[in-house]
């Protein structure tokens, strides 16, 4: 089977910043906090979608949610990008699923919430998707919104623990199990 070409499938494409030097690990190398969070995209038939681009910000383990520049810097040698410094806590990661839909991130227990905000995009979707990824722990029992869902609403947005610091997360576009997705209009 051949893949689809620009004319047999929906817009856009995501090619632009992907991939980028460090893009799925916002946490500096070697950190003793860092945590890994992974997954696979399913689309509504159960299959793995091996396209998808997913976006994850958060704030810092402090609870400082500004930053550190340099996720896509650029160097300024070639004008190619540069990446991450290594160094600083970026709060922002971008990664692609690999063939067979899964995906990584390597980061910081978040400060202040307790989750990371997500943002899906994947074909045949006219515009991206938003959710959270809760790790497990008190912070995640109490989050209001959390609470407001039915229990097996609420346990789409969960992370597990697989190992010591490290959280499996699937998202699921549709199905009976569907990734509760947030509607900010």
């Given at each position: 089977m051949?893949?689809?070409?620009?004319?047999?499938?929906?817009?856009?494409?995501y090619?632009?910043?992907l991939?980028?030097?460090?893009g799925p690990?916002?946490?500096?190398?070697?950190?003793?906090?860092?945590?890994?969070?992974h997954g696979?995209?399913y689309?509504g038939?159960?299959?793995?979608?091996?396209?998808a681009l997913?976006e994850?910000w958060q704030?810092a383990?402090?609870?400082g949610?500004?930053?550190?520049?340099?996720?896509?810097?650029?160097?300024?040698t070639?004008?190619?990008?540069?990446g991450?410094?290594?160094?600083?806590?970026t709060?922002?990661?971008?990664?692609a699923?690999d063939?067979d839909?899964?995906?990584?991130?390597?980061t910081?227990?978040?400060g202040?919430?307790p989750?990371l905000?997500?943002?899906?995009?994947?074909?045949?979707l006219?515009?991206?998707l938003?959710?959270?990824?809760y790790?497990?722990?008190?912070?995640a029992?109490?989050?209001?919104l959390l609470?407001?869902l039915?229990?097996?609403?609420?346990?789409?947005?969960?992370?597990h623990?697989?190992?010591?610091?490290?959280?499996?997360?699937?998202?699921?576009?549709?199905?009976?199990?569907?990734?509760?997705f947030?509607?900010?209009?």
């Amino acid at each position: 089977m051949l893949p689809p070409t620009p004319s047999q499938t929906v817009g856009p494409f995501y090619g632009y910043a992907l991939p980028f030097p460090g893009g799925p690990e916002p946490a500096p190398a070697g950190h003793p906090e860092a945590l890994t969070v992974h997954g696979t995209v399913y689309d509504g038939a159960g299959e793995p979608v091996p396209d998808a681009l997913l976006e994850l910000w958060q704030p810092a383990p402090d609870g400082g949610r500004a930053g550190a520049p340099g996720s896509l810097r650029r160097d300024p040698t070639t004008g190619g990008f540069a990446g991450r410094d290594g160094v600083a806590f970026t709060g922002f990661a971008r990664v692609a699923t690999d063939a067979d839909g899964r995906w990584a991130v390597r980061t910081l227990p978040p400060g202040g919430v307790p989750y990371l905000s997500l943002c899906v995009f994947a074909r045949g979707l006219l515009h991206h998707l938003y959710t959270r990824i809760y790790l497990p722990g008190p912070s995640a029992e109490a989050d209001p919104l959390l609470a407001s869902l039915a229990p097996e609403r609420r346990a789409t947005l969960l992370a597990h623990e697989t190992a010591p610091r490290v959280h499996r997360f699937d998202v699921r576009l549709q199905g009976p199990e569907e990734t509760v997705f947030l509607d900010f209009g």
